[in-house]
């Protein structure tokens, strides 16, 4: 069975400093793989995906993250955090089964950033 | 381009109470899908839909209903609420490209049980 694993359910660095958002996975195929930020109050917006090919994916707002099969990770990083990525991120792994995609959503991440 | 849509925003219901969670999207995608958040648990599927008149249940479907009579609309229905469905509930669609997929999420109804 597919899962995920988000070490940290609450990080804290300061303005400028870099992000680290750690995300392990398991699955018996090779994975799509998504890091997903959710801002108060809203849904959930698509920061990147990986799928086939480079396994250093970029992503909206400065993020990126890169895949390591041998270390089963997915982690999210970006050099230099700035107030406004202060969210929650999720990271997901997706497989089709029973005739559709389905997502399975690590607890998330809740990035504060200190000025 | 709305997107994905939901209605309402809140909602506070008495324990027994029914309601339907609207979400309608815009975009003419076949799979839809019902999440509920809670608080450090992530999200866990309700039910979803791979086109009009496809439904079926997915991790936690007890206390709820769907239909999809057409490719627009996807509600979820409570019967019966009950406190342990206090939670914020996301609708999401998906649309599938080359050998990838992508999720995109309404914006939530955040729904207490009293």
């Known amino acids: 069975a597919q899962s995920v694993t988000q070490l940290g359910s609450h990080v804290s660095v300061s303005e400028g400093a870099l992000v680290l958002l750690r995300c392990n996975y398991s699955?018996?195929?090779?994975?799509?793989l998504f890091w997903y930020v959710q801002y108060p109050n809203q849904g959930l917006q698509l920061l990147l995906k990986?799928?086939?090919?480079?396994?250093l994916v970029k992503g909206i707002n400065g993020f990126e993250a890169e895949f390591k099969k041998s270390e089963t990770s997915f982690h999210l990083t970006k050099p230099s955090a700035h107030m406004s990525d202060a969210a929650e991120y999720f990271c997901?792994?997706?497989?089709?089964?029973?005739?559709?995609?389905?997502?399975?959503f690590g607890t998330g991440t809740r990035l504060k950033v200190l000025a | 381009n709305a997107g994905v849509t939901q209605t309402p925003k809140f909602r506070i219901l008495k324990i027994g109470q029914s309601m339907t969670l609207q979400c309608t999207q815009d975009?003419?995608?076949?799979?839809m899908y019902w999440y509920r958040q809670d608080p450090g648990m992530g999200l866990k599927l309700i039910y979803y839909?791979?086109?009009?008149?496809?439904?079926d249940k997915g991790e936690v479907p007890n206390g709820y209903n769907v239909s999809r009579s057409t490719t627009e609309d996807f509600p979820l229905r409570l019967e019966l609420a009950a406190p342990s469905q206090t939670s914020v509930y996301f609708c999401?669609?998906?649309?599938?490209?080359?050998?990838?997929?992508?999720?995109?999420f309404g914006p939530g109804t955040r729904l207490t049980v009293l």
């Open positions: 990986y799928t086939t090919g480079a396994t």
């Open positions: 699955s018996s195929v090779p994975p799509y």
């Open positions: 997901a792994v997706s497989r089709f089964t029973s005739g559709t995609y389905k997502y399975i």
């Open positions: 839909s791979v086109g009009a008149g496809i439904t």
């Open positions: 975009m003419n995608h076949n799979y």
């Open positions: 999401a669609t998906l649309i599938r490209g080359a050998g990838t997929d992508t999720q995109y």
